[in-house]
Structure formats: C-alpha cells, structure tokens
C-alpha cells in the first residue's frame, strides 16, 4: 500500500513581551524567523520553544503541541500583583515567563509540554493525576535539557529542573527527590502529599517526584 502525509509542518512562533504588566500576550517582538531581538529572555524563549518543537517532531512525529502545527506563542516580562512574576505557566492558550524564567530550556519545554498534555492525555491537575501532568513535563522538559546540545548538563546538575533561571536555579531534582522535599517513592511518608485537596492541588508538584525519580532510574540506572 502506498501511504503518505500531505500535512504539513514548520515551526511557527510568536514572542510578546508583556512589558511587565498583566495583560497577555503584550507586543509583538519576534515572529517565526525574525531576527534576534537582544532581549535575552524573548530569545530564549524563542530558541527553547523551538528546540522543544524539534523533539517532540523528532522523537514522536508530532507537529506541535496540538498535533496540528498549532502557533506556538511566549510571552515574556510579566508581572501579576508584583515584579518581579517567580514563576511560568501555560494558561490554555499560550506560555507565561516571568523575568528570567524562559533562559531556562528545562522551564520552557516544561510548560509546553503541559499544553501536549492538555491536547492529549488531559490529565486532571488534582492529586495522582496532577502529580503526573507535572511528571510529564519534568519529563519531557528534562529530556529536550539533555538532548538540545546547549546549556550545562554536566553530572552535577543532571535531573535537576530549573537549573538555568537567573538568580534562583534549581527548584526539582529527579534523581534525588529529597533533596527538594519531594517524595522518590510512595512510602517517603516524611515527603509524600496526602492531603485532599490540601495545598498545591493534592501536592501535584511534590508528588511528582514519584515517576520524575522512576524516569531518572529507567534512564541512569
């Protein structure tokens, strides 16, 4: 049988900077081959988003987050209530990055990654399956670190997540749980979330220790 494709794929993005305010997206300050804006957090964003693209193309055959060459949007420089914003998200539609959390590729393909999720599994951001939507993208944000070519993925800082954010570094580290509060295993009573919902969504962000450390031993041994 003769089976073919006729669609078609190619990174399409699109930078804003929300100028440190709220309003999203903000401005437009690159779009899919611009040149480089100077302003490192929008390069950032565009260079890791893309990265991030390439593997998912790459290593799963799938064009975008949606599967169907869907725009992929940043926006950097925003601010909530206060400046500087210490955090980044993806909020249905399109990635968030307060001041300096895009130069972080494990950041970026993290939160893109929860927009496969969103378009895929849907897994529920409560308790098991919240702590697994966060795996996912640790998972993922971790293996486009490592295969990317670019950043320091040296023995000292393999696993870790957020390594590369100015001013602040790592915040998970996938081999080592523990060593950021978070479970390795279901029996770390000392560290696993039981609470429902309790804080964090029934500990989505801490419990995901659990499968991040079963990806690092399937991995590393």
């Avoid at 929008?42 to 988003?49: E, F, I, L, V």
Wanted: hydrophobic share 35%; net charge negative; charged share 15%.
């Amino acid at each position: 049988l003769f089976h073919f494709s006729q669609l078609t794929d190619a990174k399409s993005r699109a930078i804003y900077t929300a100028n440190n305010a709220s309003t999203l997206p903000g401005t437009l300050i690159r779009s899919e081959g611009g040149a480089a804006t100077g302003d490192a957090d929008a390069d950032k964003a565009y260079d890791y988003s893309g990265h991030t693209y390439d593997y998912f193309y790459a290593y799963h055959g799938r064009d975008s987050y949606d599967g169907a060459g869907a725009q992929i949007r940043s926006s950097v420089h925003y601010c909530a209530s206060s400046c500087p914003y210490a955090n980044a998200f993806w909020n249905g539609s399109q990635m968030v990055y307060g001041e300096g959390y895009s130069r972080a590729d494990d950041v970026d393909a993290h939160e893109l990654t929860h927009a496969v999720t969103e378009h895929t599994a849907g897994l529920f951001y409560y308790m098991q399956s919240g702590a697994l939507n966060e795996s996912f993208s640790d998972i993922f944000g971790e293996s486009v670190d490592l295969l990317n070519g670019v950043g320091n993925d040296t023995t000292g800082v393999r696993w870790q997540m957020g390594e590369d954010v100015p001013g602040l570094g790592a915040i998970r580290n996938m081999m080592n749980p523990n060593a950021f509060g978070d479970p390795a295993r279901m029996g770390d009573s000392t560290y696993f979330v039981c609470q429902s919902p309790g804080g964090d969504g029934g500990g989505v962000h801490t419990n995901s220790g659990v499968p991040n450390h079963a990806f690092a031993l399937m991995v590393d041994g």
